[in-house]
C-alpha cells in the first residue's frame, strides 16, 4: 500500500468498525457508518484489493487450547549475512509456534512472539529448534507473566 491509497472519512469509519469487529455484516457496517450496505461492499472491496485490509481472522484465547504460555525471545544470529538471514527467515516461516517475528536494532537481531503449551514445550522449541540452528548464535527469553493489552488495534485518524 505505502500510502498510496486516499481514504475518505467513510474509509476511516468502515476500517474502524472492522478492526473493532470483522464479523460484521456489511448491513450492520452500513447502519454504523451512514451508507448502503452497496456502498460499504464496494469499498470494503476496494480497501481489500488495494491491501489496506490485508486479512480477516477470529482471536482465539490461547489457554483455551492448550498454549498456556507466551514467551517473547531475542535472538542474535551468528553472522550477518545474506544467506544466514534467509535461513533463520526461512525458519521461522516454518514454525508454527512463532506467532509474530520482527527485524530489530540493537543488542538482538530479531524478537519473536511464540505460545507453548507448557516450560516443557519451550525448553525443547529454545533448545531443539532454536539453539541447533545454524543461524542462531544467542537466544534470551523472557515469559509473559501478564498480557495488559491486546490485540493492539491501529490508532486510526478519525477524518
Do not use: C
Request: no cysteine; aromatic share 4%; charged share 25%.
Amino acid at each position: 500500500m505505502q500510502g498510496s491509497t486516499r481514504l475518505d472519512g467513510f474509509d476511516w469509519k468502515l476500517l474502524d468498525a472492522l478492526q473493532q469487529d470483522a464479523s460484521l455484516t456489511n448491513g450492520a457496517l452500513a447502519e454504523r457508518i451512514g451508507l448502503s450496505a452497496s456502498q460499504i461492499s464496494r469499498r470494503r472491496q476496494r480497501l481489500e484489493q488495494e491491501g489496506v485490509i490485508r486479512g480477516y481472522r477470529a482471536l482465539i484465547e490461547p489457554g483455551a487450547i492448550g498454549l498456556g504460555i507466551t514467551v517473547f525471545i531475542h535472538v542474535a544470529l551468528d553472522t550477518h549475512s545474506r544467506d544466514n538471514a534467509r535461513r533463520f527467515r526461512d525458519l521461522v516461516r516454518l514454525t508454527p509456534a512463532i506467532l509474530e517475528a520482527h527485524a530489530l536494532t540493537g543488542e538482538a537481531d530479531y524478537l519473536l512472539k511464540v505460545a507453548v503449551e507448557d516450560l516443557k514445550e519451550l525448553s525443547a522449541f529454545v533448545n531443539e529448534i532454536l539453539m541447533p540452528h545454524e543461524s542462531v548464535s544467542r537466544v534470551r527469553s523472557e515469559i509473559v507473566l501478564d498480557t495488559l493489552k491486546e490485540p493492539g488495534l491501529l490508532p486510526l485518524p478519525m477524518r
